[in-house]
Antibody, heavy 118, light 111 residues
Framework: QVQLVQSGAEVKKPGASVKVSCKAS????????MHWVRQAPGQRLEWMGW????????KFSQKFQGRVAITRDTSANTEYMELISLRSEDTAVYYC???????????WGQGTLVTVSS | QSVLTQPPSVSGAPGQRVTISCTGS?????????VHWYQQLPGTVPKVLIY???NRPSGVPDRFSGAKSGTSASLAITALQAEDEADYYC???????????FGGGTKLTVL
């Protein structure tokens, strides 16, 4: 069965960076793109970006432009999301989600809590 | 501020019907891109209820239905149950932003 397993919780200081991994299993990794979504405590879901496996292009929300990178290790069936220059407002649960047609999500990772605190 | 606007809260008694609206614009819901709905129980991962405006994944009860008209969409829940108490989010794609957009979320309270 399809599974997306994310790396564990992180605590970071302001200005640091964090790299969250999302390991996929149960399907052909190279056939599906992954999107990244985050949710601050008590707040709404917020789309961050994705890499289109079809053409390799990445697209990020304007809010995260210049601070986020998404990379993929196809040999390990793992995608990574790195967010730099962390600030307290980046404290959130970060999710990876497999993109289905027209960008909806059936399969989600379990979420990774990133806490940014001095 | 979310690109897609949802009411912050709705409520209903067990057995009743409630609807949750999602208002967008000509650059998102008003395009040919579909609207999708998610249910998020407290402390859990979002679960898709409706995709592509009005399609239910297998396993989602037919008490949940979606509709889209113009630049708005709605999620209807009939025969409300206590376990329906959750946050609900609409989602689409915005061509001006070239990205996925979510609504602000609606908290459903079952009285």
């Amino acid at each position: 069965q399809v599974q997306l397993v994310q790396s564990g919780a992180e605590v970071k200081k302001p200005g640091a960076s964090v790299k969250v991994s999302c390991k996929a299993s149960g399907y052909t990794f190279s056939a599906y793109s992954m999107h990244w979504v985050r949710q601050a405590p008590g707040q709404r879901l917020e789309w961050m970006g994705w890499t289109d496996v079809g053409n390799g292009n990445t697209k990020f929300s304007q809010k995260f432009q210049g601070r986020v990178a998404i990379t993929r290790d196809t040999s390990a069936n793992t995608e990574y999301m790195e967010l730099i220059s962390l600030r307290s407002e980046d404290t959130a649960v970060y999710y990876c989600a497999r993109r289905e047609s027209s960008s909806w999500y059936y399969y989600w990772g379990q979420g990774t809590l990133v806490t940014v605190s001095s | 501020q979310s690109v897609l606007t949802q009411p912050p809260s709705v409520s209903g008694a067990p057995g009743q019907r409630v609807t949750i609206s999602c208002t967008g614009s000509s650059s998102n819901i008003g395009t040919g891109y579909g609207v999708h709905w998610y249910q998020q129980l407290p402390g859990t991962v979002p679960k898709v209820l409706i995709y592509g405006n009005n399609n239910r994944p297998s396993g989602v009860p037919d008490r949940f239905s979606g509709a889209k008209s113009g630049t708005s969409a709605s999620l209807a829940i009939t025969a409300l149950q206590a376990e329906d108490e959750a946050d609900y989010y609409c989602q689409s794609y915005d061509i001006n932003l070239s990205g996925v957009v979510f609504g602000g979320g609606t908290k459903l309270t079952v009285l």
